[in-house]
């Protein structure tokens, strides 16, 4: 089965910063991933589909890059509605539809 | 709107049984593969089941293979996962997910409902 890793595992931001987090699969995945944004006691919100494209609705200082095994996540100017945690995903190969440990973001 | 909700969860003994139903509305249910996702407790997030658009085809992950069952019932608009023989492990908030698209093949779960808490316990 693919496996997912995120890093960092968690990071410390202020509003306005640039924030990257990076997803690796453990072997290629083409560009089949996606990364969702989950706020504690919620459920999870798709952002990016396809590693690249953006979900309708979603802001455009989200966006997605990378194919095969390396991928980030950017949000270009860190608002306060966006400390969260994130979480790849694969859909390359199934099963499993695996996530990744996710990225805790939180306010510096 | 689209809307995804669930319902079915509680508290179980070990060895337990629970159903947890996800009705689905504002979008063509039949059309659309459907997931279990489920968190546990402080954790992260671990896919349980797949099930096609029309019921013809499951996955499930290797912690649950043999213990729990997807169905679907399209006439209904409601997704189900039957849990048998649970286990203290299995504690976690239960999500249902739809599939981003309808064909060819899935590529990220778009819709998802406020979740159902499970808890396996004595």
């Known amino acids: 089965a693919i496996q997912l890793t995120q890093s960092p595992s968690s990071l410390s931001a202020s509003v306005g910063d640039r924030v990257t987090i990076t997803c690796r699969a453990s072997q290629g995945i083409s560009s089949a991933l996606a990364w969702y944004q989950q706020k504690p006691g919620k459920a999870p919100k798709l952002l990016i589909y396809d590693a690249s494209s953006l979900e309708s609705g979603v802001p455009s200082r989200f966006s997605g890059s990378g194919s095969g095994t390396d991928f980030t996540l950017t949000i270009s100017s860190l608002q306060p509605e966006d400390f969260a945690t994130y979480y790849c995903?694969?859909?390359?190969?199934?099963?499993?539809?695996?996530f990744g440990p996710g990225t805790k973001v939180d306010i510096k | 709107q689209v809307q995804l909700v669930e319902s079915g969860g509680g508290v179980v003994q070990p060895g337990g049984s629970l159903r947890l139903s996800c009705a689905a509305s504002?979008?063509?249910?039949?059309?659309?593969?459907m997931h279990w996702v489920r968190q546990a407790p402080g954790k992260g997030l671990e896919w349980v089941a797949f099930?096609?658009?029309?019921?013809?085809?499951?996955y499930y992950a290797d912690s649950v293979k043999g213990r729990f069952t997807i169905s679907r019932d399209n006439s209904k608009n409601t997704l189900y996962l039957q849990m048998n023989s649970l286990r203290a492990e299995d504690t976690a908030v239960y999500y249902c997910a739809k599939d981003h698209v309808v064909v060819p093949a899935a590529d990220a779960f778009d819709i998802w409902g406020q979740g159902t808490m499970v808890t396996v316990s004595s």
């Open positions: 504002g979008f063509t249910f039949s059309s659309y593969g």
């Open positions: 995903q694969q859909f390359n190969s199934y099963p499993p539809f695996t």
């Open positions: 099930i096609r658009y029309d019921g013809s085809n499951k």
